[in-house]
């Protein structure tokens, strides 16, 4: 079974400038998370897609972050203007369902510095 | 606000030792606790507790959940180097919206 795909693994970029990040989750999951992880912190949620619908968006910065899974599988979150602080690992992750007791499965992730 | 405390935040230990790590959470109907190790970005899961299964073990790894104390330990024995990571505990609630995540432990096992 293939795992969980995200890309670019890293990215560098000057603030103000935008940036995007592809994941495509494990086949036939219907749920896909996006995290942030800041160093020395755990991960914290931006979105949950259940399908192609959001489910909780309510900690993304919705000024400058945005993200869409148009057909319910791959998803791209980006990020414009960026800032110095967005400098993180953005996490995807994927699971069969979401009221279940099934665990989430993490891609590798995206480095990204803003300098 | 759902919130999840993980005890201690670094620790250091020579190969063969014992460690206990801590998880201590806050959730409004708790449905979940999970275990996931962090070696370089991928969290990979280790363990879920529910109400159902309050003990798992595999290997040299075990973990117990406390419902009453609203806590849980991971437990390694005759630790490896490769042991050495981020062990992060997370927890969803009963509408399995999320996984809440701690701030996790790191686990250094020197030689």
């Known amino acids: 079974e293939a795992g969980v795909a995200q890309s670019p693994r890293y990215k560098i970029i000057e603030k103000r400038q935008s940036v995007a990040f592809w994941c495509n989750p494990i086949s036939g999951h219907a749920t896909l998370y996006w995290y942030q992880q800041i160093l020395g912190q755990g991960p914290k949620l931006l979105i949950q897609?259940?399908?192609?619908?959001?489910?909780?968006d309510s900690q993304l910065p919705k000024d400058r972050f945005s993200a869409e899974r148009l057909k319910g599988v791959d998803s791209t979150l980006k990020i414009q203007p960026a800032k110095l602080e967005d400098s993180a690992v953005y996490l995807c992750a994927s699971r069969w369902g979401r009221a279940d007791n099934t665990e989430a499965f993490f891609g590798q992730g995206t480095r990204l510095t803003v300098v | 606000e759902d919130k999840v405390v993980q005890s201690p935040l670094s620790l250091v230990v020579h190969e063969g030792d014992t460690v206990t790590l801590n998880c201590s959470y806050e959730v409004t109907n708790f449905r979940s606790l999970l275990w996931y190790k962090q070696e370089k970005k991928a969290p990979t899961f280790l363990f879920m507790l529910t109400s159902s299964g309050i003990e798992k073990k595999s290997g040299r790894l075990s973990s117990i959940l406390d419902k009453k104390e609203l806590s849980s330990i991971l437990n390694i024995t005759a630790t490896q180097t490769g042991d050495s990571a981020i062990y992060l505990c997370?927890?969803?609630?009963?509408?399995?919206?999320?996984?809440?995540f701690g701030p996790g432990t790191r686990l250094s096992v020197l030689p």
């Open positions: 997370a927890v969803s609630d009963n509408y399995g919206q999320n996984f809440v």
């Open positions: 897609f259940q399908n192609n619908g959001v489910v909780d």
